[in-house]
Structure formats: C-alpha cells, structure tokens
Nanobody
C-alpha cells in the first residue's frame, strides 16, 4: 500500500514554474518531518528542502533557495513544493519523504528519512 504519492511533475521551459504535491495515506505524518529530494540521471540523490511538523521550521538547499518553497497542509495530509524560475539543472526525479523519528529538528540526509514516495519527473528545457 502506497503511503506517499507525488504528483505535479512534467516538462517546462527554463524560467517556468511547477507545483509538486505529495499526498499521504494510511499513515499519519502530521507529527513528522517531511522533505523533498531529487535525483538526476547518473547522480546521487540530493536534499532539496524540509519542513517540520507544524511548518514552523523550513530550510532549502542553496541551489534552490529563493526559488523553491516548501509547505504542508496537515489537514489534507499533503506536502507541497512550489518551484519557480526553473533551470535546466533542476531536471531530476523528485521524491517526497517522511522521517517519522524526527518532529522539530529535521535532517538533510536522505538516509535519515524512513518513508518515500515513488517520485515524479521534472524536466526543464533550455
């Protein structure tokens, strides 16, 4: 049974925007850190952004800071990533993840996250 399902990926030209969503089902993640990661072809999975249980603490990687915004709606069991001013370097498969062991101080390390979605592809053309 899938617990995290991403959507909203697609193809966009450089400078465009996309909004990714991640819907949780079957598990209550309202008390958990959640994050977005991405993996480009032939590259290691890298951290993009995280958000703590109530949205009061967020952080983003330098490569996306000022362009991407993470948010969550616990009432809807949904995590979001608003992606603006997209660049070719943003092309990757994007994954949402939950860390059920952490609530307030979230991790930037993929290995620390316990639950993962299947990913959604984002392709940015130049």
């Amino acid at each position: 049974q899938e617990q995290l399902v991403e959507s909203g990926g697609g193809s966009v030209q450089a400078g465009g925007s996309l909004k990714l969503s991640c819907v949780a089902s079957g598990v209550d993640y309202s008390g958990s850190c959640m994050g977005w990661f991405r993996q480009a072809a032939g590259k290691e999975r890298e951290w993009v952004s995280f958000i703590n249980w109530n949205g009061g603490r967020t952080a983003s990687a330098d490569s996306v800071k000022g362009r991407f915004t993470i948010s969550r709606d616990n009432a809807k069991n949904t995590l979001y990533l608003h992606m603006n001013t997209l660049k070719s370097e943003d092309t990757a498969k994007y994954y949402c993840a939950a860390d059920v062991r952490r609530t307030t101080l979230c991790s930037r390390v993929p290995r620390d996250y316990t639950d993962w979605g299947q990913g959604t592809q984002v392709t940015v053309s130049s």
